[in-house]
């Protein structure tokens, strides 16, 4: 079975530009989560969807929103970057048959704000 | 609100020693789940072990052992021997079943450093 995939792998913008990453879960999983890493803060989670629903969110301004689609594959979206938006955003799947199922998570997509 | 704490950020070994990984965590909730994660190189998050809060007995999986006491909040983790290949940033996270959906709070991470 495929792993989470995500793309693009690597990601270089301009502060004041909007980026969109894509997130494809592992087939069968309805769940996706996504995580944003930084030196400084570590691991965040920044939101979760669940049949094209987002039933969580953390705590991020809302230049940062997302979508899930039909065959469970999600998005996120970053408006007007900041040069602290420079991250690695991972993204996770999860069977969602409750809360609290094991995510896997995919390589991630390394983005620069320059 | 959820918390962990992985006091150690970095270790170092030397190759066929052992090292153990402290996680302490703070919940409110009565039913909750701890993961560990690696994070080689590489940047993926690779899923080691899961473990829900009525469920207190230590596994082992290979060279890798973990210790859940509910008693001191900790869910500690052992690489017994330890290989060059394991590497990585270890990070342990944690969920909450009141929670709505699914959502890991992670630690700061441990980075592991095993020297040939």
């Known amino acids: 079975k495929a792993g989470v995939t995500q793309t693009p792998r690597y990601l270089i913008k301009t502060r004041g530009q909007q980026v969109t990453l894509s997130c494809s879960p592992i087939s069968g999983h309805r769940s996706v989560s996504w995580y944003q890493q930084t030196p400084g803060q570590g691991l965040q989670f920044l939101f979760e969807?669940?049949?094209?629903?987002?039933?969580n969110k953390g705590n991020f301004p809302g230049r940062f929103s997302g979508r899930q689609f039909s065959n469970s594959r999600s998005e996120m979206n970053v408006s007007t970057l900041e040069l602290g938006d420079s991250a690695l955003y991972l993204c996770?799947?999860?069977?969602?048959?409750?809360?609290?199922?094991?995510?896997?998570f995919g390589p991630g997509t390394r983005l620069t704000v320059l | 609100a959820q918390k962990v704490t992985q006091a150690q950020t970095e270790i170092s070994v030397v190759e066929k020693e052992d090292v153990t990984l402290d996680c302490v965590y703070e919940t409110r909730d009565t039913t909750y789940y701890l993961f560990w994660y690696k994070q080689p190189p590489s940047g993926e998050l690779v899923f080691l072990i899961r473990r829900n809060s009525f469920d207190e007995q230590n596994e082992i999986s290979g060279r890798y052992s973990w210790n859940f006491q509910k008693s001191t909040s900790s869910f500690n983790f052992t690489i017994t021997a330890s290989q060059v290949v394991d590497s990585a940033v270890y990070f342990c996270a944690l969920s909450e079943r009141a929670a709505a959906g699914n959502k890991l709070t992670f630690g700061g991470g441990t980075r592991v450093l095993v020297k040939p």
């Open positions: 969807y669940f049949s094209e629903t987002q039933r």
């Open positions: 996770a799947s999860s069977l969602a048959t409750s809360t609290s199922d094991t995510q896997y």
